[in-house]
């Protein structure tokens, strides 16, 4: 980059996460503050994510840096540079430690760059707050999570609400927000841990420090989704939560593709679309590890609800024993898919009717944006706070039953069924698309440039970083 001839524009850095559920919504930032003028956007990553990154803004003006990912990390396999290639999501610790390797190779990349208005990295990113402090710059952090969920988190810390007698399903409420209950399940096992310790909980610490000393928090939210919750963080927190999303709105809809180019999944919705049918989407995000046992069961029970199924498989899920013959049982009724979909194009399909998901936090606020009703099958990480809010707070969805009732437990085809006719045919199926509907309209509402809630946040924290008087 030229940097004599970008002394009179704005610089911004963007560092996701290797991980394409927190790569995403940042990239969508991108988009949004290269429509600003004078505006310029660096975004680090590393050579194994460049391509993701550079089809995504292949259309924008946005600098990419490559950094070396860390080599000869223990446990993490050679050439592995994103969550979703790891062969377990038990790595996740390891790979996100060894991030901080490639600390220095990132101001050295910063000292020949044009002066940095601003940068916002990842919350896993912790240690890009300390570079910013050398450089002088303000750091806003990145989390991709909902602010019910931190709020919850907030919530049970402060008040040590799961070190009780219940039992990990039994409900707990919170003093904070006497509606709401959870149980310990909802929470990952660092806030479980009665005297956490290791190099995970140091990671957690890690996270959350510089987090709070940063300038602030990009939440992919809009306000009116979650306001109770945006103003109490706001109030009891330190750093502000500015509320710009849903980001995913930030793209213009989709061209319609010249028929030959379109998809083969597209043209099947399409036909479905002709013959009047209603489609489920079945997709469970980007990285979480589902077993075959699972993956089978899934099978039955969506061929045995009858309903018409797009199912979005990780190239990383387990094969069937006999892929052709489960096709074929499926029949007509339902398709698999093993690529990497444009998961926006399948919701905002006319034909879609209902979204089977994990609720990472992404597919929630999508499937929000396209006004499709959800059944929630939360798995991990802010998984099942997300249910809970998709289901009990805002009702946009239905929940299925895991057999256990537990968080995490395996879910029989027998209720599957009975959830997806439920939540496709049933009465309070309609009530949850009714709901998601509105909020699909708030949504688009608050990303309106000039009057929607979220875009004024941008501009104004845009504005705050970038005047003169506060440079
Ligand atoms: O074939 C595919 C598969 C995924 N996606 C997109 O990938 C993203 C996936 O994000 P998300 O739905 O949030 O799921 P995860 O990949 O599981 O996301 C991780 O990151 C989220 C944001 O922090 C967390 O909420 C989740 O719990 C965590 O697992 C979404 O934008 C999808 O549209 C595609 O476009 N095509």
Request: aromatic share 10%; with cysteine.
């Amino acid at each position: 980059m030229d940097a004599s001839s970008s002394d009179s524009k704005y610089h911004v850095v963007l560092f996701p996460f290797m991980s394409k559920g927190h790569t995403i919504p940042l990239l969508h930032l991108a988009r949004l503050l290269l429509r600003r003028p004078n505006f310029i956007v660096t975004v680090f990553t590393t050579s194994g994510n460049h391509s993701f990154i550079a089809n995504s803004l292949s259309d924008t003006t946005a600098f990419i840096i490559d950094l070396p990912f860390p080599q000869n990390v223990p446990q993490i396999p050679a050439g592995v540079e994103s969550t979703d290639k790891l062969p377990s999501m038990s790595l996740f610790g390891p790979f996100a430690l060894s991030t901080k390797l490639m600390q220095p190779d990132f101001e050295k990349a910063i000292e020949t760059l044009p002066r940095v208005n601003f940068m916002v990295s990842d919350g896993f990113l912790w240690w890009t707050l300390d570079s910013a402090i050398k450089f002088g710059f303000p750091r806003l952090v990145s989390f991709g999570m909902s602010i019910y969920s931190s709020c919850l988190c907030k919530a049970v810390v402060e008040h040590r609400l799961l070190f009780g007698p219940e039992s990990d399903d039994e409900l707990i409420t919170l003093p904070q927000f006497p509606w709401i209950k959870v149980t310990r399940n909802d929470f990952d096992s660092t806030f479980r841990d009665p005297e956490p310790s290791g190099p995970h909980f140091e990671f957690i610490i890690a996270t959350i420090t510089a987090a709070g000393n940063s300038y602030g928090t990009i939440i992919n939210s809009f306000y009116e989704l979650e306001a109770t919750f945006a103003d109490y963080w706001n109030k009891e927190n330190g750093n502000t939560a500015w509320f710009v999303g849903p980001l995913c709105l930030a793209d213009a809809p989709r061209v319609e593709h010249e028929p030959s180019k379109k998809p083969t999944w597209i043209k099947w919705l399409d036909q479905k679309l002709e013959q009047g049918r209603s489609v489920l989407y079945v997709a469970f995000g980007s990285q979480v590890d589902i077993s075959p046992q699972q993956l089978k069961e899934i099978a039955i029970g969506l061929k045995k609800s009858k309903v018409n199924f797009l199912w979005v498989m990780k190239a990383k899920d387990p094969e069937f024993g006999d892929e052709s013959e489960l096709e074929e049982s499926i029949g007509d009724g339902g398709i698999i898919v093993r690529e990497w979909v444009d998961q926006r194009e399948i919701l905002t399909h006319q034909s879609v009717n209902g979204f089977l998901s994990h609720c990472g936090w992404n597919s929630v606020l999508e499937s929000i944006c396209a006004g499709v009703p959800i059944l929630a099958w939360p798995m991990t990480a802010d998984q099942p706070l997300n249910a809970r809010m998709v289901v009990e707070e805002i009702k946009v969805g239905l929940r299925v039953e895991t057999c256990n009732g537990s968080v995490g437990g395996f879910v029989r085809w027998e209720g599957l069924k009975k959830m997806v006719k439920e939540l496709m045919e049933g009465e309070t199926g309609k009530v949850v698309r009714k709901n998601a509907e509105e909020y699909g309209e708030i949504a688009k509402k608050a990303m309106e440039e000039g009057s929607g809630s979220s875009r004024r946040n941008l501009d104004e924290l845009v504005d705050a970083l970038c005047n003169p008087r506060n440079p």
